[in-house]
């Protein structure tokens, strides 16, 4: 199995990483693990892939409480170092739900956050999807929908976003920085991301060239103690979420004062539950509180012929997570 | 890293020859490669080292395992070209006849192994698991679950895993 033919190129530095990867046609490598299943499934062909793998982009940090990961960061090397497990569990839980020992090995946290939806209808050439074939049509709306998302969906684009990382990321309020044309920036992971609408094909607001040099999240030691990452599948280990939840909470005097809800499997992107937030905060955490937030989860959902089981999984899943942490206090 | 030998040079068909260095079971090897061949197919077309196994060659089944400095990869999703001057083992690496590697001759003592398709996949990830020092049988299972066996001798795999781990 393989695609077309491409020119390989490795970049020296970041600068030259963001010039090469700004030519037409050209991808960046770093583990490669989504990247060459794209390009032996058809659902892309580069012209030039442009290796980053051996750029100084791998340390991780901590300052403040904060913990900063760069982009060609390992999954596996982030899930086991001590800052994370310490200060930033749910990182670590949302990492060793992901793939299998293998892909964490090679996987970067870059690489992680960029990887394509599993929607079928993406990954098996010869179907409709607007996402590889601008204009050819979603398989996935008429047809099988189990996959599909709840929420933040469009005519032209059903598609869920994957990556585990990500949701625990979003629950953490985490950080983008990036390079590109126009120099460094830093903005929240949630403008990373881009709904579909009429463009599925445009999955993130970055340019051409822009590269993903790290991440940052903000002093999280506060909710150590009290977050989860609970990832529901259709087996134990090494499958995708039908439907994840990040949650993290701040219990002072037996009140609720933050709380923190992100949901994975079921948009486009990380799908942050702010209703459910505010329904928490304030309260003493206990069950008609935590139903009224798995009720909320799921109050706009949209589901279509086969994912309709999402929506019960979801709230539930939000009722169980909330509960764990719980326990754990 | 070495720049040097990862000289790509272009054609106007866009089919590139990359000449590479890696050391794969202690020995050197310098070949020129195509741009887009995956460690795998160097290891098994280009060199002959027909051990590491192509299953599904999308990165699920785990049948080409190897190692790169001790930790485990899928070698399906690893583009050659990227690993210019690193060090890989393969199963061909790992015991020989005369005096097997522990988790070889457990797998033998567990019947850990049917038709023998995956095996050496699930013995380079074992290896690579029992550095990892699995604390109980779930983590064997759980830290195993990147390499399927169509024959299903999973019980036996754990078995042969857990009684090198001391589990």
């Not at chain 1, 003493?284 to 019960?312: M, W, Y």
């Not at chain 2, 567990?110 to 380079?124: E, F, M, N, R």
């Amino acid at each position: 199995m393989s695609g077309p033919a491409f020119h390989y190129s490795r970049a020296a530095d970041v600068g030259d990483a963001v010039n090469q990867g700004a030519r037409s046609g050209a991808a960046f490598l770093a583990g490669g693990t989504d990247l060459l299943q794209l390009w032996k499934a058809g659902a892309m062909a580069p012209k030039g892939v442009v290796d980053i793998s051996r750029l100084p982009l791998r340390d991780v940090s901590s300052f403040d409480g904060g913990l900063s990961l760069g982009a060609l960061a390992r999954l596996s090397d982030v899930a086991a170092h001590p800052v994370v497990t310490r200060d930033h569990p749910l990182i670590a839980e949302a990492i060793l739900a992901s793939a299998s020992g293998q892909i964490r090995n090679m996987a970067t946290v870059g690489g992680n956050l960029l990887q394509r939806t599993r929607c079928p209808y993406f990954r098996t050439e010869g179907l409709a999807c607007n996402k590889r074939r601008p204009g050819s049509g979603c398989g996935a709306l008429s047809g099988e929908s189990r996959q599909a998302a709840l929420f933040g969906a469009s005519t032209s684009c059903v598609a869920t976003h994957a990556s585990d990382l990500a949701v625990a990321l979003t629950a953490l309020e985490a950080e983008v920085e990036i390079l590109g044309d126009a120099g460094r920036k830093r903005f929240p992971l949630a403008d990373l991301y881009r709904l579909p609408a009429d463009a599925p094909e445009r999955e993130t607001n970055l340019a051409a060239g822009d590269l993903i040099t790290g991440i940052h999240v903000p002093n999280a030691s506060r909710f150590a103690a009290s977050s989860t990452y609970l990832k529901v599948r259709d087996r134990a280990s090494f499958e995708f979420a039908v439907v994840s939840v990040a949650a993290v909470l701040r219990v002072e005097n037996g009140t609720i004062v933050e709380a923190r809800l992100a949901a994975g499997g079921v948009a486009p992107l990380p799908w942050r539950l702010t209703r459910s937030e505010a329904a928490l905060t304030g309260r003493a955490p206990e069950d008609p509180t935590i139903a009224t937030a798995g009720d909320l989860a799921v109050e706009h959902a949209r589901p279509l012929s086969h994912n309709g089981f999402k929506v019960e999984l979801l709230r539930n899943a939000v009722i169980r997570a909330l509960q764990t942490i719980g326990g754990r206090r | 890293m070495n720049a040097a030998t990862a000289t790509a040079t272009g054609s106007p068909l866009g089919v590139d020859t990359i000449a590479l260095s890696i050391t794969i079971n202690g020995k050197s090897h310098h070949v020129g490669i195509a741009a887009s061949a995956t460690l795998l197919d160097l290891i098994r077309d280009q060199l002959g080292l027909t051990g590491t196994k192509k299953g599904c060659d999308m990165g699920a089944c785990g049948a080409c395992t190897v190692l790169m400095q001790g930790r485990r990869i899928k070698s399906c999703l690893a583009l050659a070209a990227s690993y210019d001057g690193e060090t890989i083992t393969t199963i061909e690496g790992i015991g020989t006849a005369e005096a097997l590697h522990p988790l070889q001759a457990a797998f033998i003592r567990h019947d850990a192994l049917q038709c023998g398709y995956c095996t050496p996949g699930q013995i380079l990830s074992g290896i690579a698991l029992l550095d990892e020092k699995p604390e109980s049988l779930a983590a064997i299972r759980e830290g195993m679950s990147g390499n399927l066996c169509r024959c299903g001798a999973y019980p036996n795999i754990v078995a042969a895993i857990a009684e090198v781990a001391g589990r």
